[in-house]
């Protein structure tokens, strides 16, 4: 089987990807792809990998993935509806999560997601070092959970995430399922209960450590920041398209998928490895 990572769109670097890459390599051929509009891009692949774009998708890249899918292909998508950045944080204490436009919500949307632009706050969350004073010379560092980088939890029993551990997030959107008549929905990571959400644009800043948080705050629930969806899709351009495409032999339109498989994530750090340049 071969899977293409997607390029083109300002994904992660191959270098950040070399930890999966590695990982897929010994079982199935990996090879990164530009589409660039080319009817052909994915003609030879089985699976499509798309990891943390941060520009817009093209209707014409649209469209290639709408029919790779389809024709029975499987998509993981790892998309950040919302930008925010750590090395600001680190250097003035504050900045500001933005919201990032790639032109895939109505298309996650017919598939049946909607990738909020917002963030989960969480208070399980993984600690990070916080300079509370001076030993001496020496900064004196603690360790503080850092809200927006929930710790996820399997939702279910299912073979993808059964029997692992928590997995770290970072910045990470919630996902809402939406109706897509004949699409079985298996939520697979999920916050805890003791969760709120912060819509973009949203301010972040290290003073939220100063005090304890106000749990009465914290109570959306588990929230969820993975998903699996199983079905026959129908396509995004359904209804869209003039019928000298959907006509057109050449183009080979099809309006609803062969039964196939997707995973919607919405935080690619999940897969991203640490590099130094």
Same mark, same amino acid.
């Given at each position: 089987?071969?899977?293409?990572?997607i390029?083109?769109?300002?994904?992660? /670097?191959?270098?950040?990807?070399? @930890?999966?890459?590695?990982?897929?390599?010994?079982? *199935?051929?990996?090879?990164?792809?530009?589409?660039?509009?080319?009817?052909?891009?994915?003609?030879?692949?089985?699976?499509?990998? +798309?990891?943390?774009?941060?520009?817009?998708?093209?209707?014409?890249?649209?469209?290639?993935?709408?029919?790779f899918?389809?024709?029975?292909?499987?998509?993981?998508?790892?998309? $950040? =509806?919302v930008?925010a950045?750590? @090395?600001?944080i680190?250097?003035?204490?504050?900045? !500001?999560?933005? #919201?990032?436009?790639? &032109? !895939? $919500?109505?298309?996650?949307?017919?598939?049946?997601?909607?990738?909020?632009?917002?963030? +989960?706050?969480?208070?399980?969350?993984?600690?990070?070092? +916080?300079?509370?004073?001076?030993?001496?010379?020496?900064?004196?560092?603690?360790?503080?959970p850092?809200y927006?980088? =929930?710790?996820l939890?399997n939702?279910?029993?299912?073979?993808?995430?059964? &029997?692992?551990?928590?997995?770290?997030?970072?910045?990470?959107?919630s996902i809402?399922?939406?109706?897509? #008549?004949? +699409?079985?929905?298996? #939520?697979? !990571?999920?916050?805890?209960?003791? /969760?709120?959400?912060?819509?973009?644009?949203?301010?972040?800043? !290290? &003073?939220?450590?100063?005090?304890?948080?106000?749990?009465?705050? *914290? &109570?959306?629930?588990?929230? %969820?920041?993975?998903?699996?969806?199983?079905?026959?899709?129908?396509?995004?351009?359904?209804?869209?398209l003039? =019928?000298?495409?959907?006509?057109?032999?050449e183009?080979?339109?099809?309006e609803k998928?062969e =039964?196939?498989? %997707?995973?919607?994530?919405? @935080?690619?750090?999940?897969?991203?490895?640490?590099?130094?340049?």
């Amino acid at each position: 089987k071969r899977i293409a990572i997607i390029e083109g769109h300002g994904e992660i /670097s191959e270098l950040e990807l070399a @930890d999966i890459t590695e990982e897929l390599d010994q079982f *199935y051929a990996v090879e990164r792809v530009e589409i660039a509009g080319r009817l052909d891009a994915l003609k030879l692949f089985d699976a499509i990998l +798309i990891a943390g774009p941060d520009s817009s998708f093209t209707e014409k890249d649209k469209y290639m993935i709408d029919q790779f899918i389809m024709r029975g292909g499987k998509a993981l998508w790892l998309v $950040e =509806p919302v930008v925010a950045n750590m @090395d600001s944080i680190r250097r003035t204490g504050i900045t !500001l999560g933005l #919201p990032r436009e790639l &032109n !895939l $919500e109505d298309q996650l949307f017919k598939y049946g997601v909607r990738v909020n632009r917002d963030f +989960i706050l969480d208070l399980q969350a993984l600690p990070i070092p +916080i300079v509370t004073g001076m030993i001496g010379n020496q900064p004196k560092q603690e360790f503080y959970p850092w809200y927006y980088f =929930p710790l996820l939890m399997n939702k279910s029993n299912h073979p993808i995430v059964n &029997n692992i551990d928590a997995v770290m997030t970072n910045f990470i959107s919630s996902i809402d399922t939406v109706g897509a #008549p004949g +699409i079985k929905k298996t #939520p697979l !990571l999920v916050s805890s209960q003791y /969760s709120k959400i912060a819509n973009a644009p949203h301010r972040i800043s !290290l &003073n939220i450590l100063r005090e304890a948080p106000d749990e009465r705050q *914290y &109570n959306k629930g588990n929230r %969820m920041g993975a998903v699996l969806l199983e079905g026959e899709f129908e396509s995004v351009f359904k209804n869209r398209l003039s =019928p000298a495409v959907t006509e057109n032999p050449e183009f080979r339109y099809i309006e609803k998928s062969e =039964p196939t498989a %997707m995973i919607v994530v919405s @935080d690619a750090d999940i897969i991203r490895n640490r590099a130094n340049p």
